[in-house]
């Protein structure tokens, strides 16, 4: 019989990309990793890894043996929850992975139900983008994560992971002044009315900028894109100051009237889906559960304050 321990470090190189990475993940030394794979291709009786360059990449067969240690590791995680379901008391920790927004207005009242309802869980959170989390989700770094999709660009749905919708939350252009038009301008004729105008937008390579960057070409213009930052507290400080216009999320305002003038984005670009996502075998894990339960009384909350 292979040994889990050797298939999981297997398992955690394709993941992860590196022996190095795979060391400083798990706190190893690189050459107890490699050691340990050698071991492995041993038990195996075939070349599990081959050289490309300085890295290495995986065989077929050891893309076969990682299929079958990601389908032992769901059914475990399965056993993770009905050891846990069998309890009285939720105790533990929940690792939990948000983007900005959702950090700053539902995990923050989410974690207020949590204490009240199971003081014994601790949670665990991390601000990271979701280009960046859900990787780290698949590599076991967290138990669940709050993410969002733009309209007309959805993510990829990498295999082992289950979505669960949280709320639609709209999108508005975000004016550094007052509009010069009447409120009657339809949506596109404010947008290009910004065409010269800075703009302030998230990092090349993320979702939000590959969204907002189309949003505008098909207004008919390429935007001056001054500022890039993923800080949405920034954007809107630079808005505030008639620095930059920038498309913003209700989430930013926290349940407050917004602070500066906001206008409706076209037809089929006015809102982004927000979800949790979490390991296939995990989402009936008592803690996945309660924390899935709470975000969505947190939104529920949040309506109520508007």
């Known amino acids: 019989m292979y040994d889990l321990h050797r298939l999981r470090l297997l398992r955690e190189l394709k993941h992860r990309g590196t022996l190095a990475a795979v060391a400083t993940a798990l706190s190893y030394a690189p050459s107890s990793v490699s050691q340990q794979l050698s ?20 065989t077929e067969q050891a893309e076969i043996l990682v299929a079958h240690t990601e389908a032992v590791l769901e059914r475990l995680e399965r056993a993770e929850a009905d050891i846990a379901a069998s309890l009285t008391d939720l105790t533990g920790t929940l690792r939990v992975a948000s983007f900005q927004t959702a950090a700053l207005t539902l995990v923050p009242a989410a974690l207020g139900l949590l204490r009240e309802r199971h003081p014994r869980l601790r949670v665990h959170v991390t601000q990271r983008e979701p280009e960046r989390a859900l990787p780290a989700l698949s590599a076991r770094d967290f138990d669940l994560v709050l993410a ?5 660009d959805p993510n990829a749905r990498p295999a082992g992971l289950e979505q ?64 890039e930052s993923t800080d949405v507290l920034l954007h809107l400080r630079l808005v505030e100051q008639g620095h930059a216009a920038a ?13 500066v003038p906001v206008r409706q984005l076209p037809r089929g670009q006015r809102s982004r889906r927000v979800f949790t996502v979490v390991r296939r075998g995990g989402s009936r894990h008592p803690a996945v559960l309660a924390c899935r339960d709470a975000l969505r009384r947190a939104v529920v909350l949040g309506a109520d304050r508007v």
């Not at 071991?39 to 995986?58: D, F, K």
């Not at 969002?148 to 007309?152: A, D, L, S, T």
């Open 247 to 259: 498309v913003l999320p209700d989430l930013v305002w926290g349940g407050r009237l917004p602070s």
């Open 164 to 227: 669960e919708d949280l709320l639609d939350d709209p999108l508005r252009l975000a004016l550094p002044r007052p509009s010069d038009g009447p409120d009657t301008v339809g949506p596109t004729a404010v947008l290009r009315s910004l065409a010269k105008h800075p703009w302030v937008m998230e990092p090349d390579g993320t979702a939000a900028r590959h969204w907002a960057m189309t949003l505008c070409r098909n207004a008919g213009f390429e935007p001056d894109v001054r500022f």
């Open 39 to 58: 071991q492995l291709e041993s038990e195996v009786g075939v070349p599990l890894l081959e050289p490309v360059g300085r890295r290495v990449r995986l």
């Open 148 to 152: 969002e999709e733009y309209p007309g």
